[in-house]
């Protein structure tokens, strides 16, 4: 099939190089009744590149659950709201700035938590925390440690100076990430119910403004050319297509922001994120059923002789695009010189639902506004499971395979891996006390927040764990979310709702499309079995580079609730002689786990299977067990399996004080201590609790055994097996990261 | 009873604004005033907070541009006049960038932001914000800072030590000079120090981040206790 071009600037060259497809060409002149010029070429190649379209995801993520009591606004806003009672809603998001992070770590990052505070505030909502999900390659790399360094600073130097608590997350380094970091960031905010604001144009006749920074070349192609396609060996051409964050800048818009909302003389605003005005102008158009008319020239700029291509894809940041009544112009402007921000009056809204633009009066586009947003080409396909996984799966572990194998060495190398080991390197450098509600910060399963002016708190928490999903994306994606629930019941909170990040290879190859298939049904069943719909996410695909694609990386944000935050679960509260229990059974599973992958070096086998029955049993049998007031503190069992937990139990204790784990049997210890079957927990409860505990588990008829007790002599140890001094193991612990950041980097 | 007004200075960038507006609420008397960094009047305040953050997001230099703007001719007058003004934070950078404490705020010695628990020894209970403390007790309040470097000539160093105006000091949980006690690489360990006329204190720590236990400490109350009894 031959494609006919008749504006002589748009040839096949041109439309490949827009990232279009000769198919999607065609689509596209068919929606418009001819060709379309170059500038809205180049609106089409970001309206419909993955990164703002979606192409090769919208159809299964319908899939996922979105719907529930608890939700106030589902996905296709600018974030996600749920209900936490006394007439109060959270607004939460995620989303990845991988490629940026990975051409320039420092912007990259620091731009993506910019960009997610203004999805949580352009909604009316007051951010009040930040959390953020992170994968590198293996800190021995130099250049890995270059990325590492300025991915953590450019996240902490924006959320600081912003004054939003970084209270939470994750950091894990494997080799499959280190051609293509993953960076991902949440925002937290609240509001009154009463104060949700959506992104809407409506109201034709009502007026259109860019409020905040001006308009440069920056990030022009970010969505459609970074976002959207594997990345390149020479990272430093894309530079220029990197924005630049100001983050004092955002700190005004997002007060003024708010007290414009306050003021009603808003009627819709959005972020100008990926894609810039096109995106936001549109987008809020659809949302309205209604049309949008502007002149670029008269967006402020801060080049000269910008195109008007330009400035329909320019990403420079902390820009908001806000329609109003222009009856309250003078409001609007009175809140803008407050902040000292530039509020410019560019268009209108209109009936006709074209989205027009004009260049000094004269039209440079005119297309139907639901070609931009609703007519993207969607590719569903059926794919066979990839050859790779009937190898993995292929694998069992010899006779004795373990035998040379020491227990408590095996601990010690997996305390210290990197992302095992403590991330205080990392938290330190994130400010996360201000505000002034962060009750339980960084470092613990999950972080919470004290509502202030209720009884109530937050509970949050980011997981993920690529190499299960790689090994068995059903699974994967399930775990992914029953490991993040389990870190909200183990501070007392229950799960209410998630955002999801889906970092994935390049959709259009079968392997990586299957991966993100299977594991989409296995988020989506975990969802429905633990009542936690999705209500905002991202889709992140092309993550990959000339050393192949990262493991498939579904990362969940998962806020919870605890009804009164002096039931809160923390770290440390245990005294000598509290008795250990684990709840929900022994580990008998090492496949695709931490132990084999850091103390063997493997990668085999299948993740532990997902039982979600179990997962939610027994986290209603700790919550309930909790609201008896029989635990002291908890841990729930993820990496590194019950060994793993119990020393991060203990290192939350009292300086002085140990444990000592009992494992029944003598023989095979390694799955017992290291296997990471789900839906398990370790709790302490005082000594004179233990049976008024049993019996409630037993009428629970969860599986628990009595595994242990706290000790008085600041040692680890396992009944038969062998003993650790804890000082030994909290340090290899604390100075693992600070060791390995002591080398040199380079930035090849 | 009457109340005491207690003006809060707001710079564009400011962002410990309410935290320090709930810690003097949480004072008996107390009544917490907004001031806004373009007015030209302290509303009647009788005792002034500079809270922290990044006024004019820290360009140039911390505290360098805040210390021009119309609020600031008016804290100077106050302070010359002997009212009582607190700084924490971004704030204790504005009054050294302002005149009002000697020295300078570096940038810290590990080159990165540092935000933790801190313990700090009160040097001296001898001052109008520090009578709520004992002299040597060890406190907790949380740091959050990148420039946090307190440095001064030695001449000034001395002084400060001799006149008794270092009122907080780095110090390990034990109250000692263990290894990492010292965030930022401060002289002497420096957290704290007072104007020679003993009405304007400049601290690091966040006395405004250790108001409740369950957030960690509650240790910073005597700060906000001590302004507000000095302003009444």
Same mark, same amino acid.
């Given at each position: 099939m031959t494609v006919t071009l008749h504006d002589p600037l748009v040839n096949p060259e041109i439309v490949a190089a827009h990232g279009l497809t000769t198919d999607e060409y065609e689509q596209i002149c068919a929606l418009l009744g001819r060709d379309p010029n170059l500038t809205e070429l180049g609106v089409f190649s970001l309206m419909w590149s993955e990164h703002c379209g979606y192409k090769h995801s919208r159809a299964r993520l319908a899939d996922l659950p979105s719907t529930g009591p608890q939700v106030v606004q589902g996905p296709g806003e600018n974030a996600g709201a749920i209900d936490i009672g006394e007439g109060l809603a959270i607004v939460f998001k995620m989303e990845s700035h991988n490629h940026p992070s990975a051409v320039e770590p420092y912007q990259g990052a620091a731009t993506g938590v910019g960009g997610i505070l203004r999805d949580v505030f352009t909604m009316g909502a007051r951010p009040i925390a930040l959390l953020n999900s992170l994968r590198f390659g293996e800190l021995d790399d130099p250049h890995v440690r270059y990325l590492f360094r300025r991915v953590v600073a450019g996240i902490g130097d924006y959320g600081n100076c912003v004054g939003i608590p970084t209270v939470g997350g994750e950091v894990v380094f494997d080799d499959a990430y280190r051609g293509n970091p993953l960076v991902n960031a949440m925002c937290v905010g609240i509001l009154a119910q009463n104060d949700l604001t959506r992104g809407v144009a409506s109201g034709p006749g009502n007026a259109v403004y860019v409020l905040g920074a001006s308009t440069g070349r920056d990030g022009i192609h970010g969505a459609s050319l970074l976002a959207s396609a594997e990345l390149a060996d020479d990272t430093a051409e894309s530079r220029p297509t990197v924005q630049v964050g100001d983050p004092f800048s955002e700190k005004l818009l997002l007060e003024a922001t708010l007290e414009l909302i306050e003021s009603g003389a808003a009627i819709g605003i959005q972020d100008m994120g990926a894609a810039g005005l096109t995106s936001s102008s549109s987008e809020m158009a659809t949302r309205a059923g209604t049309g949008i008319e502007f002149d670029v020239s008269r967006v402020p700029r801060r080049e000269p002789d910008m195109s008007p291509y330009e400035v329909l894809l320019s990403e420079s940041q902390e820009r908001m695009l806000v329609v109003a009544d222009p009856h309250r112009e003078p409001q609007l402007m009175t809140i803008a010189d407050k902040w000292d921000l530039a509020c410019t009056r560019i268009g209108s809204v209109t009936d006709d639902g074209i989205w027009r633009v004009f260049e000094d009066c004269e039209e440079v586009c005119a297309i139907p506004v639901e070609a931009l947003t609703e007519a993207v080409p969607t590719y569903v396909r059926e794919v066979e499971p990839p050859a790779y996984l009937a190898s993995l799966h292929a694998w069992s572990p010899r006779p004795g395979w373990l035998d040379c194998v020491e227990p408590l060495a095996a601990l010690a190398t997996l305390i210290s891996a990197p992302s095992l080991a403590s991330k205080r390197w990392v938290f330190?450098?994130?400010? !996360? !006390? $201000?505000?002034?509600?962060? $009750?339980i910060g960084p470092g613990a399963d999950a972080a919470v927040l004290a509502i202030k002016g209720t009884q109530r708190g937050l509970a949050l928490t980011i997981d993920g764990n690529g190499r299960y999903v790689y090994c068995d994306p059903y699974r994967g994606g399930a775990l992914a979310v029953a490991e993040a629930a389990r870190n909200l019941v183990a501070v007392g909170a229950t799960p209410l709702a998630i955002t999801d990040c889906l970092n994935f290879g390049n959709p259009e190859k079968d392997d990586i499309y299957y991966q993100f298939v299977e594991a989409l049904r296995g988020i989506a069943d975990a969802c429905r079995a633990l009542d936690t719909p999705v209500v905002s996410g991202n889709v992140s695909f092309y993550n990959q580079s000339s050393v192949g694609a990262v493991y498939p990386t579904p990362t969940i944000g998962m806020v919870g609730l605890i009804q009164d935050i002096e039931k809160r679960i923390y770290p440390g509260r245990a005294a000598v002689g509290d008795r250990l229990l684990l709840v929900g059974g022994d580990g008998a599973h090492l496949g695709a786990s931490s132990f084999l992958k850091e103390v063997l070096g493997e990668v085999a086998g299948r993740p532990p299977t997902v039982d979600l029955k179990a997962e939610r049993m027994n986290a209603e049998a700790i919550l309930a067990l909790n609201e008896a007031g029989l635990i002291g503190t908890c841990r729930d069992v993820?990496?590194?399996g019950l060994a793993v937990a119990a020393a991060e139990l203990m290192f939350g204790l009292e300086s002085g004080l140990g444990v000592e784990l009992e494992i029944p049997g003598r023989a095979g210890p390694h799955a017992l201590l290291f296997g990471e079957d789900g839906a398990r927990y370790v709790v302490t409860v005082a000594e004179d609790d233990e049976s008024r505990a049993a019996e409630l588990l037993a009428e629970l008829e969860v599986v628990t055994r009595a595994c242990g007790r706290v000790t008085g002599d600041a040692a680890y140890h396992v009944v038969d097996v062998g003993s650790a001094n804890r000082s030994v193991l909290q340090a290899s612990s604390e100075t693992s990261i600070p060791n390995a950041m002591r080398q040199t980097e380079s930035n090849r | 009873m009457t109340q005491v007004p207690i003006g809060i200075v707001r710079f564009p960038g400011t962002n410990c604004d309410q935290d320090v507006f709930d810690a003097v609420a949480a004072v008996e008397r107390a009544c917490p005033v907004w001031l806004w960094h373009k007015e030209t009047d302290l509303q009647g305040a009788k005792g002034v907070v500079l809270a922290g953050g990044f006024s004019y997001g820290d360009y140039l230099r911390a505290g360098a541009i805040a210390?021009? &703007?119309?609020i600031m001719e008016e804290v100077v007058r106050f302070a010359v006049d002997g009212g009582p003004v607190l700084g924490i934070c971004n704030g204790f950078q504005i009054l050294t960038e302002a005149g009002l404490l000697p020295g300078a705020l570096m940038r810290n010695d590990r080159l990165t932001f540092v935000c933790r628990p801190q313990s700090l020894k009160v040097?001296?209970?001898?001052?109008l914000f520090t009578r709520q403390y004992e002299r040597g007790q060890v406190i907790s309040f949380p740091v959050a800072h990148a420039e946090g470097n307190f440095a001064a000539d030695p001449a000034m160093i001395d002084r400060l030590e001799d006149e008794c105006r270092v009122v907080f000091r780095y110090v390990d949980d034990r109250g000692g000079k263990g290894l990492d006690a010292n965030p930022n690489g401060s002289i002497n360990d420096i957290a704290g120090v007072i104007n020679e006329r003993g009405n304007v204190l400049g601290l690091m720590p966040h006395p405004d981040r250790a108001m409740d236990r369950m957030l960690? &400490?509650?240790?910073?109350r005597g700060i906000f206790q001590g302004l507000v009894e000095a302003a009444a």
């Open positions: 330190e450098q994130y400010d !996360h !006390h $201000v505000r002034t509600a962060t $009750v993820g990496d590194g | 210390r021009f &703007s119309p040097e001296t209970a001898d001052t960690g &400490s509650a240790d910073g």
